[in-house]
């Protein structure tokens, strides 16, 4: 707008500065008869002259200062009134389309005319495919459709993938091929027309620099919401006891309260807290779904360039195991392209526009979107992580983001508002992109394009969805105690401050960010023989801070706290479910609760090693077996026969390691750790001890011995200080100075509190939770 401005003040110039040169009647008596020369009479003979000229030059002066003023980003009260003035003069116009005499489009052009599937990735693509793509084209049951630009390698090509190159997308007969640039991931507008042309009933809109989880998209996603497959379920949805909140971050709901989506106005970047309660809604409607992505989220500049250091990569993590989440009508939340499943029943609302800057393009549809979706009685959901984005660590262009900063936060207020008399959805999608054109939300271009896009969702066979009554108009019932659904929200490790800012945080706040970074993506595993009702939250309030998560077995399952079921004597054959639940942790550590662990003790220790207490003399003890009870002969009988079955690699560490056969090792195994690439051995091998009765003091022992040689275990836990029974001055036993202590007794709200002001002589914050 600004640029049409100056041009438009440039061309008004034009006449007036050429008005100077035409004097014909100054020129014509330049040889006249001599005239009385009288200065007043002068004067008084030419004023009509003088009074025209004067006025002539101040008015080429002034619109001479508006252009250059106008040129430098100047605001001033006379060019704000010519925009206006302009603005209110170039009004969209508004398409008159004839939706009964649309022709049908058919693909006559590429090879694949007889081909259908119902399920399609569509991804926009500049380089040649990325690991990333290959993995998403090995997905069974899902086609990848890669949609070229200017920028695309002319031999750009991935067997098994459906490649649309600019001149095969120009041949399509696509209406909106018309309004696309060239060099633009928008181009995959056309790309969705063409999965809607040969079968697609879902799209999953993603871009080619994240691995799906697991690679599998239905193990993250509502694929199926009818039928066979579907999951008949409700689903957790935000409270709209609130009228006056339009928008939400839902990066606070999956555990990161500090980080905040692109396209979130950033005056809401500030509400952090999280929501008092949740209603529930049913599944079936979760037409657009949006995923979380982990590594890095999709933030904006603001976010990219204040929160992290130059060269440093985000790798931020969501909590996986928290519920998805609903919005209901009267909500919205940002929507991408990087990462969402969109149902047939919204296709229509894919369309990316073309009159914005790239960056805003797919937040301002997935407003745009959101709105008119609860015209047909559909909703969002957001998704648990379901994809690690890299950070390639190129600069976020701010400049593409300015409109968004600028107008997202009056676009939500404005659609949220907006009602239309329509009968007809696609007469509605075209009335509110009119008016988003009226307010300066979007150009007339898109108006035009969408009026292209909608032709062109009826010529490949696209049926438009049914209107619903809209709830929003509707009184909203009162939420009673019964309807109200609590959720608290994990608070996962973050990124707070760039590198330069760095230095202005209080050294106890940044050792927590580095104990955070370094133990963020380890579980704990803790056993609690002592009361669950007194002890399970404080646990997790104390560990909680520095691992992914912490996960508490006793002998009895407590449903409330979130306490499993384990016995003690056995608590390794437990262990495998956990490690099965959390694929993507780097470790596992396990924790009795008689022993305290001081983790910032542990910094220096291998996590790709095992670590146990091999080297405490107190705590793994050689027992010789004859002449000891039939305890100890039965289960060095069990051990025998689990080593005899041993796979060969493990069988011959155990070997080298245990060459005493007339004894056995026992280890109290209050504390040990394992890391990922170590689970599956671990797993083998309690699998090979199956229904034997090895008790876990046993069995530990066994299980390290044969998975490595104890001179490939981490030393780390060597040092720990450690005795038989609790000492009568435990506070005088305790020290800061090792990694952790044994024995220590913690029963009640009161010997959490005396823990905690001990520990804080190692962790100084510890004292907020006091």
């Given at each position: 707008?600004?640029?049409?401005?100056?041009?438009?003040?440039?061309?008004?110039?034009?006449?007036?500065?050429?008005?100077?040169?035409?004097?014909?009647?100054?020129?014509?008596?330049?040889?006249?008869?001599?005239?009385?020369?009288?200065?007043?009479?002068?004067?008084?003979?030419?004023?009509?002259?003088?009074?025209?000229?004067?006025?002539?030059?101040?008015?080429?002066?002034?619109?001479?200062?508006?252009?250059?003023?106008?040129?430098?980003?100047?605001?001033?009260?006379?060019?704000?009134?010519?925009?206006?003035?302009?603005?209110?003069?170039?009004?969209?116009?508004?398409?008159?389309?004839?939706?009964?005499?649309?022709?049908?489009?058919?693909?006559?052009?590429?090879?694949?005319?007889?081909?259908?599937?119902?399920?399609?990735?569509?991804?926009?693509?500049?380089?040649?495919?990325?690991?990333?793509?290959?993995?998403?084209?090995?997905?069974?049951?899902?086609?990848?459709?890669?949609?070229?630009?200017?920028?695309?390698?002319?031999?750009?090509?991935?067997?098994?993938?459906?490649?649309?190159?600019?001149?095969?997308?120009?041949?399509?007969?696509?209406?909106?091929?018309?309004?696309?640039?060239?060099?633009?991931?928008?181009?995959?507008?056309?790309?969705?027309?063409?999965?809607?042309?040969?079968?697609?009933?879902?799209?999953?809109?993603?871009?080619?620099?994240?691995?799906?989880?697991?690679?599998?998209?239905?193990?993250?996603?509502?694929?199926?919401?009818?039928?066979?497959?579907?999951?008949?379920?409700?689903?957790?949805?935000?409270?709209?006891?609130?009228?006056?909140?339009?928008?939400?971050?839902?990066?606070?709901?999956?555990?990161?309260?500090?980080?905040?989506?692109?396209?979130?106005?950033?005056?809401?970047?500030?509400?952090?807290?999280?929501?008092?309660?949740?209603?529930?809604?049913?599944?079936?409607?979760?037409?657009?779904?949006?995923?979380?992505?982990?590594?890095?989220?999709?933030?904006?500049?603001?976010?990219?360039?204040?929160?992290?250091?130059?060269?440093?990569?985000?790798?931020?993590?969501?909590?996986?195991?928290?519920?998805?989440?609903?919005?209901?009508?009267?909500?919205?939340?940002?929507?991408?392209?990087?990462?969402?499943?969109?149902?047939?029943?919204?296709?229509?609302?894919?369309?990316?526009?073309?009159?914005?800057?790239?960056?805003?393009?797919?937040?301002?549809?997935?407003?745009?979107?959101?709105?008119?979706?609860?015209?047909?009685?559909?909703?969002?959901?957001?998704?648990?992580?379901?994809?690690?984005?890299?950070?390639?660590?190129?600069?976020?262009?701010?400049?593409?983001?300015?409109?968004?900063?600028?107008?997202?936060?009056?676009?939500?207020?404005?659609?949220?508002?907006?009602?239309?008399?329509?009968?007809?959805?696609?007469?509605?999608?075209?009335?509110?992109?009119?008016?988003?054109?009226?307010?300066?939300?979007?150009?007339?271009?898109?108006?035009?394009?969408?009026?292209?896009?909608?032709?062109?969702?009826?010529?490949?066979?696209?049926?438009?969805?049914?209107?619903?009554?809209?709830?929003?108009?509707?009184?909203?019932?009162?939420?009673?105690?019964?309807?109200?659904?609590?959720?608290?929200?994990?608070?996962?490790?973050?990124?707070?401050?760039?590198?330069?800012?760095?230095?202005?945080?209080?050294?106890?706040?940044?050792?927590?960010?580095?104990?955070?970074?370094?133990?963020?993506?380890?579980?704990?595993?803790?056993?609690?023989?002592?009361?669950?009702?007194?002890?399970?939250?404080?646990?997790?309030?104390l560990y909680g801070r520095i691992f992914k998560t912490v996960i508490i077995l006793s002998g009895q399952k407590n449903v409330d706290l979130a306490v499993e079921e384990g016995q003690l004597d056995h608590a390794y054959k437990y262990l495998p479910k956990l490690f099965d639940r959390y694929t993507s942790a780097e470790g596992?550590?396990?924790?009795?609760?008689?022993?305290?662990?001081?983790?910032?003790?542990?910094?220096?220790?291998?996590?790709?090693?095992?670590?146990?207490?091999?080297?405490?003399?107190?705590?793994?003890?050689?027992?010789?077996?004859?002449?000891?009870?039939?305890?100890?002969?039965?289960?060095?009988?069990?051990?025998?026969?689990?080593?005899?079955?041993?796979?060969?690699?493990?069988?011959?560490?155990?070997?080298?390691?245990?060459?005493?056969?007339?004894?056995?090792?026992?280890?109290?195994?209050?504390?040990?750790?394992?890391?990922?690439?170590?689970?599956?051995?671990?797993?083998?091998?309690?699998?090979?001890?199956?229904?034997?009765?090895?008790?876990?003091?046993?069995?530990?022992?066994?299980?390290?011995?044969?998975?490595?040689?104890?001179?490939?275990?981490?030393?780390?836990?060597?040092?720990?200080?450690?005795?038989?029974?609790?000492?009568?001055?435990?506070?005088?036993?305790?020290?800061?100075?090792?990694?952790?202590?044994?024995?220590?007794?913690?029963?009640?709200?009161?010997d959490f509190i005396k823990l905690i002001r001990i520990m804080a002589a190692g962790d100084p914050l510890l004292m907020e939770l006091v």
């Amino acid at each position: 707008m600004e640029n049409s401005t100056q041009m438009l003040v440039q061309d008004r110039a034009k006449p007036k500065n050429n008005q100077p040169r035409g004097r014909p009647v100054l020129a014509s008596n330049r040889f006249s008869e001599p005239k009385n020369l009288d200065f007043s009479a002068w004067v008084s003979e030419n004023l009509y002259k003088i009074l025209t000229i004067f006025l002539l030059i101040t008015t080429v002066a002034a619109l001479f200062f508006l252009r250059n003023y106008g040129a430098a980003g100047g605001d001033t009260a006379a060019l704000l009134c010519l925009q206006s003035t302009q603005s209110q003069s170039i009004r969209p116009k508004f398409p008159v389309i004839n939706w009964k005499s649309i022709p049908r489009i058919v693909d006559k052009i590429t090879p694949y005319a007889n081909f259908r599937s119902d399920k399609w990735i569509v991804v926009s693509v500049s380089d040649q495919p990325s690991d990333s793509l290959r993995k998403l084209n090995s997905i069974k049951g899902w086609q990848v459709l890669a949609v070229g630009n200017s920028k695309t390698p002319k031999d750009w090509s991935l067997k098994g993938a459906i490649y649309l190159s600019l001149e095969v997308q120009a041949q399509l007969g696509f209406r909106v091929v018309d309004y696309l640039p060239y060099d633009s991931y928008v181009r995959k507008n056309v790309g969705y027309l063409f999965a809607m042309q040969h079968g697609a009933k879902k799209i999953y809109d993603v871009d080619d620099r994240g691995d799906l989880i697991d690679n599998d998209i239905g193990k993250h996603f509502d694929v199926e919401l009818i039928g066979k497959g579907a999951r008949q379920e409700v689903i957790l949805q935000y409270s709209h006891e609130n009228p006056n909140r339009t928008v939400v971050n839902p990066y606070i709901h999956f555990g990161q309260r500090s980080i905040w989506p692109r396209g979130l106005p950033l005056e809401n970047v500030g509400e952090i807290g999280h929501n008092e309660f949740y209603t529930e809604v049913f599944g079936g409607r979760q037409f657009i779904q949006q995923g979380i992505s982990n590594g890095l989220p999709d933030v904006d500049s603001v976010f990219y360039f204040t929160r992290k250091p130059v060269l440093e990569a985000f790798d931020i993590r969501f909590d996986e195991h928290a519920p998805k989440v609903a919005l209901p009508q009267g909500m919205m939340v940002p929507v991408n392209s990087f990462n969402t499943i969109f149902h047939s029943s919204a296709f229509w609302g894919l369309m990316l526009p073309v009159s914005v800057s790239s960056m805003a393009s797919d937040v301002l549809r997935g407003y745009w979107a959101q709105r008119l979706l609860w015209e047909v009685g559909g909703y969002v959901v957001v998704y648990p992580p379901t994809v690690h984005r890299y950070d390639r660590i190129e600069a976020y262009p701010f400049s593409e983001e300015k409109d968004l900063h600028v107008n997202v936060g009056r676009l939500i207020n404005f659609l949220v508002g907006w009602r239309s008399n329509k009968h007809r959805l696609f007469e509605k999608i075209l009335e509110l992109s009119y008016v988003m054109a009226e307010e300066g939300f979007w150009m007339g271009k898109d108006v035009q394009f969408t009026a292209a896009w909608l032709q062109d969702l009826l010529a490949v066979g696209y049926q438009q969805p049914r209107l619903m009554s809209l709830e929003l108009d509707r009184p909203r019932a009162n939420i009673g105690h019964g309807d109200r659904k609590e959720f608290v929200p994990q608070k996962l490790p973050s990124v707070h401050l760039g590198v330069e800012e760095i230095g202005t945080v209080n050294f106890e706040i940044a050792n927590l960010i580095h104990w955070r970074k370094t133990f963020g993506n380890v579980v704990l595993i803790m056993f609690c023989s002592g009361p669950v009702e007194r002890t399970a939250l404080e646990w997790r309030l104390l560990y909680g801070r520095i691992f992914k998560t912490v996960i508490i077995l006793s002998g009895q399952k407590n449903v409330d706290l979130a306490v499993e079921e384990g016995q003690l004597d056995h608590a390794y054959k437990y262990l495998p479910k956990l490690f099965d639940r959390y694929t993507s942790a780097e470790g596992f550590l396990f924790l009795k609760d008689d022993t305290i662990l001081n983790y910032w003790n542990l910094l220096q220790a291998d996590k790709t090693k095992l670590w146990i207490t091999n080297k405490v003399s107190e705590s793994w003890t050689s027992v010789s077996i004859s002449g000891n009870s039939d305890w100890f002969v039965k289960q060095a009988d069990m051990v025998k026969k689990v080593v005899a079955t041993m796979p060969v690699h493990l069988q011959v560490n155990y070997r080298e390691t245990v060459k005493d056969h007339k004894s056995l090792a026992i280890c109290n195994s209050e504390i040990f750790y394992v890391p990922r690439h170590l689970v599956a051995d671990f797993i083998d091998l309690v699998n090979l001890v199956g229904d034997l009765d090895i008790h876990h003091k046993v069995a530990i022992p066994m299980f390290f011995s044969a998975i490595a040689l104890p001179q490939n275990f981490d030393p780390v836990f060597s040092s720990m200080e450690y005795k038989q029974n609790i000492p009568s001055n435990s506070t005088s036993f305790y020290s800061a100075e090792v990694p952790a202590v044994h024995p220590w007794n913690v029963s009640s709200e009161q010997d959490f509190i005396k823990l905690i002001r001990i520990m804080a002589a190692g962790d100084p914050l510890l004292m907020e939770l006091v």
